[in-house]
């Protein structure tokens, strides 16, 4: 690579972030792994009780529940955001006017923290002066007015919203530069062949992006399974346990019931299911099945 | 690993004047669609931060009277009302201070780090890359008990600024993994020709390295200070005590307290929203074509 000679004195240079590295990110994961194999409320010493931490995990009806919700919500999070950062970016591929004001508007949410959003967002919901009631009101459906955060049917729908909202333009810019980088003799051949819009979104734009909605999909489910903030910034899992999720019924059972052995093993569940996701989608062929060779023929790929 | 880290430039296109814009909209209604798409979408990202922009100057009374989107009278009670009761602005202060030694410590750490890595092949060199790569997917949720405990039994959770190890740690993995990839992209042949002069590895490093990879750099110092500065949950477990919160605690903290007094919430969320929207026009084009490259490549 380098035109240096190695020398082993230069394993300095790598000693700080290895070392860091080793004891705040490894560590605590080997130490997750093992606590999960405990009972312990995190004061006295952990007693090891083998499996019955992840026996527990399958006899938990909120946990269970709670892994039905980050699926509904991981399904919602890759139709809406792969779908319209998809539809976006198809629109403005081409650089139309208003170009960088769009990019600008949809990206700027994406920047916005968690807190900050939930704060905004808790004040849009709110059941009397909120931005969404008034707005349901007058355009004649306020008969659908009601606290959203406080229903227990709405809860949690109006708290994955947020999110997902937010993380729109972040895959935007992401499928963007993929259909940029689409060559655009496609596109031209596309037009010249008559093909409408729609068809060339469906034949071109998506088929030839698909390495890219790939990533996009792991993206949108494992943010769904690990996201902590904005489930416990707006409803805090409530009303009662209807909006918990794995990642704030393991803070609630960690820090709030001191069950931290029985913590680690939810810990270890959502980085077990986030990995399988992220593995099951990777393998998937038919994602591999399109891409862009050097001399493809054209009339192939807009026939 | 040669893929091209370029910011993203402009691939294609020319600019319509206005006057052929519209003569484009009206005979395509494709065009059109697009547009009041486009329109909508923009409105929905900008009309909740408008509303509270707005709210924030007004009075409770005259947030429930009507929605508005511009204020009746420019009104800064709820401001100082935010300053004086509710710790936002000390939290604010914490935030910058957390964040800049965070980001200062993960420079420190990962430049020397990805410099060797990117530069040189040695025994356990691929090895130690591994190392650094085999937990990018761990969410960093997962690591938050055992830190705890682990800040809790060093007696460091008594120290405010623990929190800074977790932060650089947490980034580590994706910022040697962007910085290798942008060190390997400087040409060996500036770095023979620096050998020749008699520079050794720390010049090398120093007036060499590290200048020709500013983009990189930069790339990983917005990146990690979006992720630093929005967190919320390391904050939430390592920073109770409200003297030391950071301004994303400050605000959930701010929003139980004064639950029904919207103005100054809503003046507390513009206290946030204005520094990111400031930091985010001046970065705005690293910030796209970085995350999307931290996306794709990660």
């Known amino acids: 690579m380098g035109a240096m000679k190695f020398r082993s004195v230069y394993l300095m240079f790598v000693l ?54 980050i699926l509904i919500w991981a399904a919602l999070a890759v139709i809406v955001k792969v779908g319209l950062g998809l539809v976006f970016a198809a629109m403005l591929r081409d650089r139309i006017a208003g170009y960088k004001f769009f990019t600008g508007v949809f990206f700027f949410p994406v920047v916005i923290s968690s807190s900050a959003m939930s704060l905004v967002f808790t004040l849009m919901y709110d059941k009397d002066f909120g931005i969404i009631n008034q707005f349901l009101g007058s355009i004649g459906l306020g008969f659908l007015k009601q606290a959203w955060l406080s229903n227990p049917d709405t809860a949690f729908y109006a708290a994955i919203a947020v999110p997902i909202y937010q993380d729109i333009g972040f895959f935007l810019i992401i499928f963007l530069a993929a259909v940029q980088d689409i060559p655009n003799e496609f596109y031209e051949s596309a037009r010249i062949d008559g ?49 918990q999720v794995p990642a704030t019924w393991m803070y609630q059972q960690t820090f709030q019931a001191f069950q931290y052995g029985y913590g680690s093993a939810i810990a270890m569940l959502i980085f077990v299911l986030s990995l399988a996701v992220s593995a099951l989608i990777m393998s998937t062929s038919s994602f591999n099945k399109v891409r862009i060779p050097s001399k493809m023929k054209l009339q192939e790929t807009v026939a | ?39 909508l979408n923009s409105a929905s990202c900008l009309i909740p931060i408008l509303w509270t922009l707005s709210n924030s100057f007004r009075s409770n009374t005259q947030i429930f009277s009507r929605f508005s989107l511009i204020p009746e009278s420019v009104n800064f009670e709820n401001f100082t009302a935010m300053f004086t009761n509710t710790n936002v602005l000390t939290a604010f202060g914490n935030s910058v201070i957390i964040t800049a030694l965070s980001l200062g410590l993960l420079l420190v750490c990962v430049l020397p780090a990805s410099f060797i890595l990117a530069r040189f092949t040695f025994r356990f060199s691929r090895t130690i890359y591994s190392f650094f790569l085999i937990s990018i997917f761990v969410p960093g949720i997962v690591l938050l008990q055992a830190l705890y405990q682990l800040f809790a039994v060093t007696g460091m959770l008594n120290f405010r600024f623990s929190i800074v190890l977790a932060y650089a740690a947490g980034q580590v993995p994706f910022c040697i993994f ?13 770095e023979e020709a620096a050998i020749l002069d008699g520079a050794g590895v720390w010049t090398i490093f120093t007036r060499i390295i590290v200048p020709m990879s500013r983009n990189g750099i930069v790339t990983i110092v917005i990146l990690s200070f979006v992720a630093i500065w929005n967190d919320y949950i390391y904050a939430l477990v390592f920073l109770p005590e409200p003297q030391r919160q950071t301004l994303t605690v400050a605000l959930a903290a701010a929003k139980s307290e004064y639950a029904v007094n919207y103005g100054l919430l809503s003046a507390a969320a513009i206290m946030a929203i204005v520094p990111v929207l400031i930091f ?3 970065t705005k084009n690293m910030l796209m074509s970085g995350m999307s490259a931290g996306a794709v490549k990660g």
């Open chain 1, 16 to 69: 700080p972030a290895v070392a860091l590295y080793a004891i705040f990110f490894i560590y605590p994961f080997v130490a997750t792994f093992f606590a999960s194999f405990t009972s312990w409320d995190g004061i006295s010493a952990p007693v090891f009780n083998g499996l019955a931490n992840y026996v527990h995990l399958f006899n938990d009806s909120v946990l269970m529940s709670g892994i039905g919700r």
């Open chain 1, 195 to 243: 093909a409408s819009p729609f068809q060339i979104f469906c034949r071109v734009t998506v088929p030839l992006s698909l390495g890219t909605v790939r990533v996009c999909v792991i993206l949108a489910v494992t943010s769904a399974f690990k996201t902590f903030d904005y489930i416990f910034l707006l409803t805090s899992g409530g009303p009662g346990t209807s909006t």
């Open chain 2, 1 to 39: 690993m040669t893929a091209n880290l370029q910011l993203a430039r402009p691939r294609i296109g020319h600019r319509s004047s206005g006057a052929r814009v519209f003569a484009r909209l009206k005979n395509n209604p494709v065009i059109l669609l697009t547009y009041a798409v486009l329109i």
């Open chain 2, 178 to 190: 962007l910085m290798v990839a942008y060190m390997r992209e400087v040409p060996s042949s500036v």
């Open chain 2, 280 to 282: 985010y026009l001046f």
